[in-house]
């Protein structure tokens, strides 16, 4: 006797019988497998293939799980450089780099000192974000060598000599009684005083603080 119930079990009746289907099978003879795609449970693009009461997804690039509902984490491996923020997105990702990088992965250290903000030849050190200047010997200071420092500040000039602030340097005016060392023989550099009692002197330091001797004073 031929197997009236093909995917099923038989259970006979009174003059009839019934069939019993397995599980993914239908129809009165338990013949027609069930279409477990029909429903579309593949989410995101994933493709279905019907089984034997079941499905099987195959995903698009990106997505995983029994019904490609899992957005793989691309970020999982930390692509991004320390500091930057990643996007996941489908299957790729996006490196939000923190101020001062640059690059796909954050990965490139902004050149701060390409715009020359040391100023006054100060040297330049890129940093993150911003910039060191080493003002040294520049005769300048401030965080971009942009302050000309005060060289009268220290009251060089003594016997009431006038200072004159200069670039790394300062310049006193001394009354004739008085002279300094000088670092500059440039006298003549600076015109005389209208008042013949002072003459101006460039450099040197401890200006005006000894008594001229004679044939120092006057010259020029
Ligand atoms: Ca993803
Ligand atoms: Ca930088
Ligand atoms: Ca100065």
Same mark, same amino acid.
């Given at each position: 006797?031929?197997?009236?119930?093909?995917?099923?079990?038989?259970?006979?009746?009174?003059?009839?019988?019934?069939?019993?289907?397995?599980?993914?099978?239908?129809?009165?003879?338990?013949?027609?497998?069930?279409?477990?795609?029909?429903?579309?449970?593949?989410?995101?693009?994933?493709?279905?293939?019907? &089984?034997?009461?079941?499905?099987?997804?195959?995903?698009?690039?990106?997505?995983?799980?029994?019904?490609?509902?899992?957005?793989?984490?691309?970020?999982?491996?930390?692509?991004?450089?320390?500091?930057?923020?990643?996007?996941?997105?489908?299957?790729?990702?996006?490196?939000?780099?923190?101020?001062?990088?640059?690059?796909?992965?954050?990965?490139?250290?902004?050149?701060?000192?390409?715009?020359?903000?040391?100023?006054?030849?100060?040297?330049?050190?890129?940093? &993150?974000?911003?910039?060191?200047?080493?003002?040294?010997?520049?005769?300048?200071?401030?965080?971009?060598?942009? &302050?000309?420092?005060?060289?009268?500040?220290?009251?060089?000039?003594?016997?009431?000599?006038?200072?004159?602030?200069?670039?790394?340097?300062?310049?006193?005016?001394?009354?004739?009684?008085?002279?300094?060392?000088?670092?500059?023989?440039?006298? &003549?550099?600076?015109?005389?005083?209208?008042?013949?009692?002072?003459?101006?002197?460039?450099?040197?330091?401890?200006?005006?603080?000894?008594?001229?001797?004679?044939?120092?004073?006057?010259?020029?």
């Amino acid at each position: 006797m031929p197997n009236i119930c093909i995917h099923g079990l038989c259970i006979n009746g009174q003059g009839s019988y019934q069939c019993y289907c397995k599980p993914g099978y239908t129809g009165d003879s338990c013949d027609q497998d069930i279409d477990e795609c029909l429903s579309s449970p593949c989410k995101n693009g994933g493709t279905c293939q019907n &089984l034997e009461n079941n499905y099987e997804c195959t995903c698009i690039e990106g997505f995983e799980g029994k019904d490609c509902s899992i957005n793989i984490n691309e970020c999982a491996s930390n692509p991004c450089s320390a500091g930057s923020t990643c996007v996941d997105g489908i299957a790729s990702y996006k490196c939000v780099c923190q101020e001062g990088l640059s690059g796909p992965h954050c990965e490139i250290n902004i050149d701060d000192c390409e715009s020359q903000p040391c100023a006054h030849g100060g040297r330049c050190t890129d940093a &993150l974000n911003g910039y060191a200047c080493d003002c040294a010997g520049t005769g300048y200071t401030g965080a971009s060598c942009e &302050l000309n420092i005060d060289e009268c500040a220290s009251q060089p000039c003594r016997n009431g000599g006038s200072c004159f602030d200069d670039v790394n340097d300062y310049r006193c005016a001394c009354y004739a009684a008085f002279t300094g060392e000088s670092r500059s023989t440039s006298r &003549l550099a600076w015109p005389k005083d209208n008042n013949v009692s002072r003459q101006y002197i460039y450099g040197g330091k401890e200006m005006c603080c000894s008594i001229a001797k004679a044939g120092q004073q006057g010259n020029g």
